[in-house]
């Protein structure tokens, strides 16, 4: 049986611990970019489960995606407690419950990306400049409103 100090004196057991220490710190350093880089993103990264197509087709909005994974989450359930012979108003409020619960456990990623896809058209529909059409309909629109508050 060896020692625990065996490999002071082993070149070989010494060479393949530096290595695997090396390894380790460069698999925390890389860990730790990705992190760092993932916190400072705009724009939610793409997770393999929301994203079904690849390459130049479309892929899925993700709150299409939310959506779809939500009316799953209760259509199963209902599926399984009516097949289990349970009333049909019952057993959609169970489902409706256990769609609530799973969905905030499971959905996590999704609704994330969900959130922030919608906060960023937000910004974008408020960024975009509006035309002088637009500033002429404002301004008839704030006109008919001075005029029903005076009378």
């Known amino acids: 049986m060896m020692s625990t100090h065996a490999h002071r ?10 290595m695997t220490a090396s ?6 350093s890389t860990t730790m970019s990705a992190i760092a880089r993932s916190q400072t993103r705009t724009m939610p990264p793409v997770y393999g489960r929301c994203a079904l197509y690849t390459g130049g ?3 899925i909005p993700a709150w299409l995606w939310y959506s779809i994974l939500r009316l799953s989450l209760l259509a199963v359930p209902f599926g399984v407690l009516l097949a289990l012979g349970i009333s049909w108003l019952l057993a959609i ?6 769609s609530l619960a799973l969905s905030l456990v499971l ?3 999704p609704r994330e990306a969900t959130s922030i896809a919608l906060a960023a058209a937000q910004a974008r529909r408020e960024a975009r400049p509006l035309s002088e059409d637009d ?4 301004a008839e629109i704030d006109g008919q409103r001075r005029e029903t508050q005076a009378d």
Do not use: H, S, W
């Not at 004196?9 to 530096?18: E, F």
């Not at 390894?23 to 925390?28: G, H, I, S």
């Open 9 to 18: 004196g082993n070149p070989r057991i010494r060479k393949r611990l530096n």
């Open 23 to 28: 390894t380790a710190q460069k698999t925390v």
């Open 57 to 59: 087709v479309k892929r």
């Open 93 to 98: 409020a169970i489902a409706t419950a256990l």
């Open 107 to 109: 959905l996590r990623r």
């Open 135 to 138: 500033d002429r309909e404002d």
